[in-house]
């Protein structure tokens, strides 16, 4: 089992910046990458960066350019920076653990608010 603990939304205005932070533990050996998935109000959970052990990066269109994925190795925590905040940025935000092996169990922290006004 993993466990994942999230901490870091809250409310911040257009064009400013906030920084989540994902701490794992537990089974760390069973997975291979850790990320960030977002889900706004009637809209489905979609991807915004996910960084995997070797340093891979993937991030979703809309926040190229804005966020930033990185991992303390040390502490088994991930961060997203999120910097030029939108308005359309506003959902809750969900940190992801993926399995090592196919088929593998996949980790969910409980999320965390973010909400941007205009």
């Known amino acids: 089992q993993v466990q994942l603990v999230e901490s870091g939304g809250g409310l911040v205005q257009a064009g400013g910046s906030l920084r989540l932070s994902c701490a794992a533990s537990g089974s760390i050996f069973s997975i291979n990458a850790m990320g960030w998935y977002r889900q706004a109000p009637g809209k489905q959970r979609e991807l915004v960066a996910t960084r995997t052990w070797g340093g891979s990066t993937n991030y979703a269109d809309s926040v190229k350019g804005r966020f930033s994925i990185s991992r303390d190795n040390a502490k088994n925590t991930v961060y997203l920076q999120m910097n030029s905040l939108k308005p359309e940025d506003t959902a809750v935000y969900y940190c992801?653990?993926?399995?090592?092996?196919?088929?593998?169990?996949?980790?969910w922290g409980q999320g965390t608010q973010v909400t941007v006004s205009s």
């Open positions: 992801n653990a993926a399995p090592t092996v196919v088929g593998g169990q996949t980790y």
